[in-house]
Every structure is written in C-alpha cells, then in structure tokens.
C-alpha cells in the first residue's frame, strides 16, 4: 500500500486490537516510532475512532489533525522522556553528531529527535520538511510563533540552504541574515531515507533565548492526560 506507516485495526472475531507498521520501512527508529503513534490512538482515540486508524508517512510524523499530532506527542514522551533528553543535549549548540547521538539513544529516527529537540528547546527555533525542494510541513516553537516566523506549504527552499544545495556532507551550518530569515540562522540539515526528502532544524541565532518557565504548559503533567484520556 503507498504510502501506508502503520495502523490501529479492532480483531473483531477475537476482539482487542492490532497494531500494525510498513514491513518495508527499513529504519529501526521509523518502526518505533510508529508502533509509539498507533499505541497512542489506542490509549487516546479508539472509543472515538471504533473502527479504527490507518496512518501515511504525513500523519506519523507531521500530521495536521488533532488525533494525529496528539498520537505524535504521546509516542514523543513514550519514547523521548522530556527530562532525559534535556540532560543530553544540556545547552550544547545543535549538530548532526549531537541530533545522530539522541536518535541513537532512544533509537528513533533524526526527524523525530529534531522535532523533540524543538519542543525542548528555549531557543527561538522551527524544522521545515520539503520535498522535491519545496515546503511540505513545518514546525515551530513557542519562542518563533512569538517571532510569526513561518515557512508556507509549497514554499521553494532557499537557494542558498544547506537542504537546496543536496549536499550531506555539509550537516550543518551558519547562514547570514537573509537566506532562511531576516536573521543570521543556524541550519542543521537531515537528508531522509528517500533523497528528495529534507529536514532542516532551523535555530535563529540573535532572538536571545526564552526566560526562565517559558513553557506554555507544564510538561510533567502530560503523559497524565494521555493516561487518563484511555480510561
């Protein structure tokens, strides 16, 4: 099936439920990820959603709806413990040696870790996955929606990024004012499992970093709601 992830399926001979993923997706972090998206609409969504989710490669990672990007989170704090991972990335400036060591460590994929060091993160900060050269999605922190940095759906990569130039081996870099934004801007460059797929982290340099409880919500408290909304 293109395009297929992963799903969550009721046994109705058996009941219960099944869980299922791509055979094809060759990247142990991918699989996890997904098997943590699907658990997390059994525990959230399933007696909203009786018969059932069947999930694309947009809606594990990147979803719009709500249902998805709460399946997102849950599979994020699942495989990601929010206070871990600060402890691994501390205030070291973002590579791909630091992004490859949190995909390692929690055996994910580098998108799901770069969309977690997002979240993480007090710096003003977005990830922006194209395709073929052009913006499918993004994602920005609370710090670059204060800022009203947005990168539109369709949107060509700018010529002079690492993501446009096709160059893995560049990894990262720093951009002057005007090729990103109107501010110097670190990039961090993700080449995935398919070429004509990028992600690029994106950190704006000189928007200073966000005060102390910056959080628009607390953060111990979320793996609480998931728990309670399954009962």
Known sequence: MPGFE?????????????????PAVHSPGRINYTLGHEFGHYLCHRQQSPGGFQCGESDVLGGTRDQEREADRFASYLLMPLDDFRAQVGSQKMDLA????????????????????????????????ATN??????RRNAAAERARIFFPPGMELPAGSVAAGGDATVGSI??????????????????????????????????????????????????????????
Not at 10 to 18: E, I
Not at 101 to 129: G, N, P
Request: net charge negative; aromatic share 14%.
């Open 6 to 22: 992963g799903a969550l399926g009721p046994l109705r001979k058996r009941g219960g439920w099944a869980i299922l993923y791509n």
């Open 98 to 129: 630091l992004l490859r060591h949190c995909a390692d460590r929690y055996d994910v994929s580098l998108t799901a870790a770069a969309l977690k060091w997002l979240e993480s993160a007090s710096r003003c900060a977005a990830v922006v996955v």
């Open 174 to 231: 720093d951009h002057a004012p005007g090729v990103w934004w109107s501010r110097p801007t670190h990039e961090v460059a993700i080449f995935a499992d398919h070429y004509e797929m990028t992600i690029s982290l994106l950190v704006f340099e000189d928007f200073g970093m966000m005060p102390e409880g910056w959080e628009d919500e607390p953060t111990e408290d979320a793996f609480d709601r998931f728990t309670a909304a399954s009962r």
């Open 133 to 138: 050269g052009f913006v499918q999605w993004f």
